[in-house]
């Protein structure tokens, strides 16, 4: 069946697209998808039974009258989602970088939705599947999608731009992380810029920190079409960190006006983050007060950047994920805070290569600026480098949490950080 065909009965007859079988609703379209430890054709009678009014399937041995035959399937949902994305109309705008990438496109999504009907990445499905999938859960009448797109192989960000087709461009920074799958920094540096490279052939522009010298050396060497962070609408724009404990808030200077802006996040790292959602308002039209309230408004979530306060101690939960980056980032604005009763929890930064040892040397000479009592280190990496200091390691996270049954951290603020498989969220409860 063509992608035109299968189109129009996407948008006619289902009431939606979905990959997983344990979450289909009635009414609609399961595609199989195929992967190195799955094969969804196994669960298309599970998602049929359930309501699906339709299965799309690249394997001739399950075709049938419920069944559509498609070449590929994943080929197939991405074909779709670019139709879909030129049926909407909606301008895209598209963001990518080691760090920062979820909390800039939630930011820039509540800033451009005070102006316009705005469709964003749900979560962080931002890769060669999860990008189709919020494309084609963009509803009628969309005027912007910001969508996120992530990156652990070269090649990525290209193929992700040929899907989504994005018209402006973000990359939040380019750091250390997914080692494995980039071969080198080099190779992280390459990645990223395929957005750039892309907004050169469709005449796009991207919008970036000029006080990145990585990012402004990349935007002289492709040429893109470029709006810096300082000045997005022609005239200057200042944001900068004022003093404060905990959360970020930051003063914003643009013409005659003065604004104090309080977020809700954690750390003058997210500063970046922050000027990348008034640079984008900006350049688009929203107007400064706007935009001052839908950041001070946005409450960060899943783990990241996000304050919470227990009964026993306050908890800065960072612990989506973490490469060399962010966990320094995120590090050094914690040891900035006045209060001396903190505690540091740290999971191993996994996917690093070669660099892993060295990369989490780095990261304990940081934690000279804290008491050794006071941090906990979580993994098989961080055990082993610590191994001759006076910090207390552990394996796994079920050995910190036996440890902080016998031993519960009181009246402290804790600092938890760590990559996203090493769960550190397990311990939430007993803190």
Do not use: W
């Not at 963001?95 to 999504?109: D, F, R």
């Not at 009448?141 to 990156?151: F, K, Q, S």
């Not at 990223?192 to 991207?206: D, F, I, R, S, W």
């Amino acid at each position: 069946m063509k992608t035109e065909q299968l189109y129009k009965i996407f948008r006619q007859q289902s009431a939606g697209i979905t990959t997983d079988s344990r979450t289909v609703a009635r009414g609609q379209i399961f595609f199989a998808l195929r992967g190195h430890n799955h094969d969804g054709n196994r669960f298309i009678s599970d998602a049929l039974a359930k309501g699906a009014f339709v299965a799309i399937t690249d394997d001739p041995a399950y075709e049938n009258e419920k069944t559509i035959l498609v070449d590929d399937c994943l080929t197939e949902l991405q074909a779709l989602a670019t139709l879909h994305r030129k049926t909407v109309g909606a301008k895209v705008l598209a963001i990518t970088g080691t760090n920062g990438k979820t909390t800039t496109k939630e930011l820039i999504a509540a800033v451009l939705a005070k102006k316009f009907r705005v469709h964003k990445t749900s979560g962080n499905l931002n890769n060669e599947i999860g990008l189709p999938l919020t494309i084609l859960a963009a509803p009628e009448g969309t005027e912007i999608m910001v969508l996120e797109m992530g990156a652990n192989h070269i090649g990525e960000i290209r193929s992700l731009c040929s899907i989504a087709m994005p018209d402006f461009g973000i990359i939040t920074n380019i750091g250390t992380a997914h080692i494995e799958g980039f071969g080198s920094a080099d190779g992280v540096l390459r990645t990223k810029t395929e957005l750039y490279e892309y907004l050169v052939k469709v005449n796009g522009v991207a919008i970036f920190n000029d006080n990145d010298p990585v990012l402004a050396g990349q935007i002289i060497k492709t040429g893109v079409r470029a709006v810096p962070f300082s000045s997005p609408a022609g005239k200057r724009l200042t944001i900068k960190p004022m003093a404060s404990e905990l959360n970020l808030c930051v003063r914003v200077r643009y013409q005659h006006r003065l604004l104090d802006v309080s977020t809700m996040l954690f750390g003058s790292y997210n500063l970046e983050n922050v000027q990348a959602a008034f640079a984008a308002g900006m350049f688009m039209g929203v107007g400064i007060d706007e935009m001052a309230e839908a950041v001070a408004g946005y409450q960060p979530t899943n783990n990241r950047s996000e304050v919470r306060v227990t009964a026993s101690n306050t908890l800065v939960c960072d612990s989506y994920n973490a490469n060399p980056t962010s966990m320094s980032g995120v590090i050094r604005s914690f040891s900035n805070l006045r209060n001396k009763d903190k505690a540091l929890i740290l999971g191993d930064m996994l996917e690093l290569g070669e660099c892993s040892h060295e990369e989490h040397l780095r990261i304990l000479e940081l934690l000279e600026l804290f008491d050794p009592s006071s941090v906990y280190l979580v993994g098989p990496i961080f055990q082993e480098t610590a191994e001759n200091t006076d910090y207390k390691s552990f394996q796994d996270v079920d050995s910190l949490a036996g440890y902080l049954r016998e031993n519960p951290l009181k009246n402290k603020l804790v600092l938890i950080k760590g990559s996203r498989k090493m769960t550190l969220e397990k311990l939430y409860d007993l803190l």
